[in-house]
């Protein structure tokens, strides 16, 4: 719509709704299953609803305190110790946020100034880039290969200069699933050493991991944490993506700023789900079968996707799987997702909306954090496509 302000009115010239909203939207005026946006469609565990009911009851329904209820916070403490025998202070270096999203917003916006750049790799899940622009950044953008999505350390460090404020980066990886090893963050931590440039490490996924394979947290390698935003999301552990809580663990100096933007932005996060997962997450039988659990649908689902046409390679981690459907149609990824929803029912995501350019290497990403029924009937329509 034109305005009569200016033609440079908008502050994201470049940005349109989310993909995720686009295609959820369709999926349901469409009555299509939806493998897009990624969350479950069984229920989070009745005990932690419990917990929150119990919380309400109880009286907790005023604000929070701003940087989040104290025994959550130092419950987030004592996880960090047990799982990567790392510190962090519940009291100045943790904070609880309204999901991942938030918190990657407020680090963004709390430590990138004006014509700061910040290396992004793509495809990137969609709220990096607008972000790092809102506040006047430059991303910089690395398009990874489209199957092996390895980084290319060397040209990272070709990228590096004056100007550089900020890497991001996301293992488990959304969209392809893949993971970053201990030797790439070594080789980031040996590119960082002697440089003031901060890392957001988007570790959202951190117990969707499949195949034997280590999460390599950030917070186990000095020196990166000594410079790190680490992004948690309790949504994604606790299969309770609408009640949007997250966490950031950040050192103090970082954590100071952060909760600088965080106080003005959302001040502090739902009250009585704070006090319940504080007591949840001291079980860590609640987050640690996670990879097995999420392992056994993806094998679930692949197994039937067998006798498709798509092409694929076995996601590592996060509950996303890309399909490739170049043996299908040259029709370009984006016009194929809606006509599959339209016409066969079932809602993806075009992963060229990750990409830089909007790269089309004709793939969907489908979502299997779903019940065997919801899959089975999912790779019977994708099996006849
Ligand atoms: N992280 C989820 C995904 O990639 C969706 C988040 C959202 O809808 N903003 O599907």
Redesign the pocket.
């Known amino acids: 719509m034109s305005n009569f302000f200016s033609e440079n009115f908008s502050k994201l010239p470049n940005s349109k709704t ?1 993909i ?2 686009i295609m ?1 939207g369709l999926a349901n005026k469409e009555n299509a299953l939806n493998l ?4 479950p469609d069984f229920k989070s565990d009745y005990h932690l609803i419990e917990l929150v009911n119990r919380a309400m009851l109880n009286g907790y329904n005023q604000y929070a305190p701003m940087p989040g209820v104290y025994g959550l916070r130092e419950a987030i403490a004592e996880k960090f110790e047990k799982l990567y025998q790392e510190k962090y202070n519940p009291e100045t270096e943790i904070t609880i946020t309204a999901g ?2 938030q918190a990657i917003f407020t680090a963004i916006t709390a430590t990138v100034k004006k014509g700061d750049e910040v290396i992004i790799f793509k495809p990137a ?3 990096y880039e607008p972000t790092v622009e809102l506040v006047g950044g430059k991303p910089i953008a690395i398009q990874l290969d489209p199957e092996s999505f390895k980084i290319n350390w060397e040209e990272v460090k070709s990228l590096i200069n004056s100007k550089t404020r900020m890497v991001i980066i996301n293992s488990p990886h ?2 392809s699933g893949k993971v970053l090893s201990k030797e790439d963050m070594q080789q980031l931590e040996k590119i960082l050493k002697n440089t003031n440039i901060l890392l957001i490490s988007d570790e ?1 996924y951190e117990h969707i991991i499949f195949d034997s394979q280590k999460h390599e947290s950030a917070c186990l390698y000095p020196g990166l944490k000594e410079r790190t935003f680490i992004i948690a999301s309790f949504g ?1 552990t606790f299969h309770n ?1 609408g009640w949007k809580m997250g966490y950031c663990a950040a050192p103090a100096y970082l954590t100071t700023e952060f909760r600088k933007v965080h106080q003005f932005n959302v001040f502090s996060v739902h009250h009585p789900t704070q006090v319940a997962l504080a007591t949840y997450i001291t079980n860590e039988q609640n987050y640690l079968n996670l990879g097995n659990f999420y392992q056994q649908k993806r094998d679930f689902f692949l197994n039937l996707m067998k006798e498709s046409r798509f092409k694929f390679i076995p996601s590592k981690g996060t509950y ?1 799987q890309l399909l490739n459907f170049s043996d299908i149609t040259n029709e370009n990824d984006f016009d194929f997702a809606k006509r599959l929803t339209i016409e066969n029912k079932i809602a993806t ?1 075009p992963i060229s909306v990750f990409n830089e350019q909007n790269l089309d290497t004709k793939v969907l990403r489908v ?1 299997f954090a779903k019940t065997e029924e919801t899959l089975q009937k999912a790779a019977e329509i994708l099996c006849k496509i």
Do not use: L, M
């Not at 897009?36 to 969350?39: P, W």
């Open positions: 989310s995720f909203a959820s897009s946006q990624g969350f991942g999203t899940y969609d709220c959304n969209p959202v994604k993506t996303f995501i979502c």
